[in-house]
C-alpha cells in the first residue's frame, strides 16, 4: 500500500488534514459491488475530538464538535480503540456464546460477521443455520464466504433475532445493524449511544435468490449467479444488464435497494 501526504480535503466545513501520511487504496471494486462513486475512506482518526452521530431514519450524518451527552442519544455502550477500529466491550450475547466483543465496521453493508471460530462454534451449537454462499468486495479483493441466520444476538440490552451473518477474520457489526438505530459515536470518551429507530423491529430479509449484482459502465449488471439458485433456474446468467425493477428503472434505483428487493 503507497503511503504519501494527504492534499487538502474537506467534509461540508470540516477540514481532513492530518499530521499523518494516509494510504492510497484502489477503490474501484468497491465502486462497482456498491454502485457509489466512493473515492475515500474515513478512519478512526476522524472520530477523535468529534461527536458523530448517523440518524438512518432521517438520512443524515452530523458532525459536530459539542460533546455533551444529551438524554435522547439512548443507551450508552463502550468503545475500546484499536488497530482496528472501535469495539463494542460491554457485554454482547452470540446465542448460547457470552461476552464476546465486536468491532464496530460501519464501512461493512451487511448485519453481523463472526470471527471464523465463533462462526464455526455457532454453527455447531445450532445457533447460525447456514443457507448459502454470499460474495463479498473489500478494498483488497473479491471473495465468496458462507451466508447464514443467527438464532439471536444481544448488543447492551437489545436483542434481535433472524439477523443474517457470515464468517470474517473479527466479530463486527455493520450497517444493517445500525440501521436499527440512530447512532451517535463520542470515540474520544470511549462511548457509543444506540436509540431505537422506525427500523428496530424489522425483520431482516435473507436473500435466496442466488443473484449477485454491480454497476459497470453506469449499466447495473449481473455479476454472479450461485448454480442450483432461483436465478440460475430462472436462466439468468453473469454478465447479463437489469433494465427494470419492479416496472421501475434499474437505474433509478440505488444499488443497494435493489439489494435489499
Request: proline residues 3%; positive net charge.
Amino acid at each position: 500500500v503507497e503511503m504519501f501526504h494527504p492534499p487538502l480535503a474537506t467534509i461540508g466545513e470540516l477540514s481532513l488534514s492530518t499530521r499523518k501520511n494516509v494510504a492510497s487504496i484502489d477503490l474501484s471494486a468497491v465502486r462497482r459491488a456498491r454502485g457509489e462513486d466512493i473515492r475515500g475512506i474515513l478512519g478512526i482518526e476522524f472520530f477523535h475530538g468529534r461527536l458523530v452521530q448517523i440518524d438512518f431514519d432521517a438520512g443524515s450524518v452530523n458532525v459536530t464538535q459539542n460533546r455533551r451527552a444529551q438524554n435522547d442519544w439512548g443507551e450508552k455502550l463502550r468503545l475500546r480503540k484499536t488497530l482496528f477500529g472501535p469495539i463494542c466491550v460491554d457485554s454482547n450475547h452470540v446465542g448460547r456464546l457470552d461476552d464476546e466483543v465486536f468491532l464496530v465496521d460501519t464501512g461493512n453493508t451487511g448485519s453481523l460477521t463472526l470471527a471464523r471460530h465463533v462462526f464455526r462454534q455457532a454453527v455447531k451449537f445450532g445457533d447460525v443455520e447456514v443457507l448459502r454462499t454470499t460474495r463479498a468486495t473489500t478494498p483488497t479483493g473479491t471473495f465468496d464466504r458462507p451466508s447464514g441466520r443467527l438464532a439471536g444476538f444481544r448488543c447492551g440490552t437489545f436483542m434481535h433475532n433472524e439477523l443474517s451473518v457470515v464468517p470474517s477474520a473479527n466479530n463486527a457489526i455493520g450497517l444493517r445493524y445500525l440501521a436499527r438505530y440512530v447512532v451517535t459515536f463520542d470515540v474520544s470518551a470511549g462511548n457509543m449511544y444506540l436509540r431505537p429507530g422506525r427500523r428496530f423491529a424489522d425483520p431482516e430479509r435473507v436473500d435466496k435468490s442466488g443473484l449477485n449484482v454491480a454497476v459497470v459502465g453506469g449499466t447495473v449488471v449481473i455479476d454472479d449467479i450461485e448454480v442450483g439458485s432461483p436465478a440460475d433456474t430462472a436462466g439468468l446468467r453473469k454478465g447479463d444488464a437489469i433494465l427494470a425493477v419492479q416496472q421501475k428503472r434499474a437505474n433509478d434505483y440505488r444499488l443497494f435497494e435493489i439489494q435489499q428487493l
